[in-house]
């Protein structure tokens, strides 16, 4: 595809629940990124991948939240036992990766609901 | 150290007119900043970005002013257009680390 892509669009669970959210990044990007943004705040970084590997996963608020990159493109962030604190939009962004201020293409995000 | 402060956190112009949004940070490390635009439904898009070697960039009507000993920078966007009603956010990156975003200002332009 042209751009980054996301699914789903919108996640609704309850409290409890355990989610998985999926990136498609741009093919040949090697760079992805996860940011989760709250309502009316700028996105904040979880964690970042370079090819495989978590580079970076500083962001994580917890034990709770995991992401894998297994074959080094789509990206998978899961999170377990949800609270009704991680409602927010999960923005997947990719990048060419050489460069930590190579543009950064965001996708639409996923809209998360905890009830 | 790490936060980036935006003002206003939100602005109405006419069309026509002049948009200016402030960014403030702390911490003298950062050496990257970017503003991206995001409108509703859709992810932040790059829009400008400008290093600390330079005092101001142009890109169409959009421009960054950068004062390194205030450790402040602004977006003026001219001739505003409705086209432009977005919400606003400038970035701030130490090279080799990960980028730290303001709050964000959205931006209505009146036609």
């Known amino acids: 595809g042209a751009g980054v892509s996301q699914t789903p669009s919108n996640k609704v669970t309850e409290k409890g629940k355990y989610v998985e959210l999926r990136c498609d990044p741009i093919s040949g990007h090697t760079a992805l990124y996860w940011y989760r943004q709250s309502l009316g705040q700028g996105p904040e970084f979880l964690i970042y991948f370079q090819g495989t590997g978590a580079a970076d996963d500083s962001g994580l608020p917890n034990d709770r939240f995991f992401a894998v990159r297994p074959e080094g493109s789509v990206s998978t962030l899961k999170i377990q036992r949800t609270e009704r604190g991680d409602s927010a939009v999960y923005l997947c962004a990719s990048s060419l990766g050489q460069l930590s201020t190579d543009t950064q293409y965001f996708g639409p995000g996923t809209r998360l609901t905890v009830l | 150290q790490q936060q980036v402060k935006q003002s206003p956190q939100s602005l109405i112009v006419q069309k026509g007119g002049i948009s200016i949004i402030n960014c403030a940070y702390e911490?003298?490390?950062?050496?990257?900043f970017p503003w991206y635009q995001q409108f509703p439904g859709k992810g932040p898009a790059l829009l400008i970005a400008i290093r600390p070697d330079v005092s101001e960039k142009k890109e169409g009507r959009f421009t960054i002013s950068f004062n390194k000993s205030a450790k402040q920078f602004s977006l003026h966007i001219m001739d505003s257009q409705p086209g432009d009603s977005a919400t606003y956010f400038c970035a701030a990156l130490i090279y080799g680390q990960n980028f730290v975003f303001g709050p964000g200002t959205r931006l209505s332009v009146l036609p």
């Open positions: 911490n003298t490390a950062f050496d990257y």
